[in-house]
């Protein structure tokens, strides 16, 4: 039946503003498709530690302290996607973050014999985001996300209304929880500034391929949900 619904090779891109709830509902779609979400940062720093020759390039780059050319990142993109677990397809999370990106996606995979399928925004108010991001804590080696009102871990205590630092402690292993120093209201704005400025055209380019899809994400985790499925499926 998933077969039927969701194949043949999805290649697929997931946009979302910071908050929106990609971290959530990314890892449900990996397991559900069984195709990797694949980083650009930790495919970047996987290309640098194997010494690959695209990966020897980019560390050139970086201990030069100059940024990474699309150039290399499309190849070290090109290099992952080769790897078995991405024979189904795959999820790309972080990129492409300008147009000019997204055209050398385009080329890379033309050479492939692939394309992208699928591009879903997740979307969310501005306005509600300020909240989900200025009360999240994050447990750093894992990853795990916590939310002060949404979903707050079990050893939060409140003074004053707000939780006590020293309180916030990952339900797992017990240790200590952070805030991204770029969790903040005035980061925020900054924020998605860039991420409108630069998703915009993306969308529109591919568009006219009746690939995009939006997706409410303002609502219960399992409406988005439902709807991300909805998209998902080749009739959608």
């Given at each position: 039946?998933?077969?039927?619904?969701?194949?043949?090779?999805?290649?697929?891109?997931?946009?979302?503003?910071?908050?929106?709830?990609?971290?959530?509902?990314?890892?449900?779609?990996?397991?559900?498709?069984?195709?990797?979400?694949?980083?650009?940062?930790?495919?970047?720093?996987?290309?640098?530690?194997?010494?690959?020759?695209?990966?020897?390039?980019?560390?050139?780059?970086?201990?030069?302290?100059?940024?990474?050319?699309?150039?290399?990142?499309?190849g070290i993109i090109r290099d992952r996607i080769h790897e078995p677990?991405?024979?189904?397809?795959?999820?790309?999370?972080?990129?492409?973050?300008?147009?000019?990106?997204?055209?050398?996606?385009?080329?890379?995979?033309?050479?492939?014999?692939?394309?992208?399928?699928?591009v879903i925004e997740l979307q969310v108010p501005d306005s509600v985001?300020?909240?989900?991001?200025?009360?999240?804590?994050?447990?750093?080696?894992?990853?795990?996300?916590?939310?002060?009102?949404?979903?707050?871990?079990?050893?939060?205590?409140?003074?004053?209304?707000?939780?006590?630092?020293?309180?916030?402690?990952?339900?797992?292993?017990?240790?200590?929880?952070?805030?991204?120093?770029?969790?903040?209201?005035?980061?925020?704005?900054?924020?998605?500034?860039?991420?409108?400025?630069?998703?915009?055209?993306?969308?529109?380019?591919?568009?006219?391929?009746?690939?995009?899809?939006?997706?409410?994400?303002?609502?219960?985790?399992?409406g988005v949900w439902g709807e991300i499925l909805s998209s998902l499926?080749?009739?959608?």
């Amino acid at each position: 039946e998933k077969f039927a619904n969701y194949w043949p090779r999805n290649i697929m891109i997931l946009f979302g503003p910071p908050g929106a709830g990609k971290g959530t509902h990314g890892p449900k779609i990996e397991g559900l498709l069984g195709i990797p979400q694949l980083s650009t940062g930790d495919m970047l720093r996987a290309a640098v530690s194997a010494g690959t020759e695209v990966g020897k390039k980019a560390a050139a780059v970086m201990k030069a302290g100059g940024l990474v050319s699309d150039e290399i990142v499309v190849g070290i993109i090109r290099d992952r996607i080769h790897e078995p677990d991405c024979k189904f397809g795959f999820i790309l999370d972080g990129f492409p973050r300008t147009l000019a990106q997204a055209k050398a996606l385009d080329a890379m995979l033309a050479k492939e014999g692939s394309r992208v399928t699928k591009v879903i925004e997740l979307q969310v108010p501005d306005s509600v985001l300020e909240e989900r991001i200025t009360g999240r804590w994050i447990h750093k080696k894992s990853g795990r996300s916590y939310h002060v009102k949404y979903a707050p871990p079990k050893s939060m205590r409140l003074k004053n209304g707000k939780p006590v630092p020293e309180s916030m402690k990952d339900d797992e292993t017990g240790e200590a929880l952070m805030q991204r120093k770029d969790d903040t209201a005035s980061a925020l704005v900054k924020r998605l500034q860039g991420y409108h400025g630069e998703t915009v055209p993306i969308l529109d380019h591919y568009n006219p391929d009746g690939i995009v899809r939006q997706v409410n994400a303002n609502q219960k985790m399992d409406g988005v949900w439902g709807e991300i499925l909805s998209s998902l499926k080749k009739s959608a």
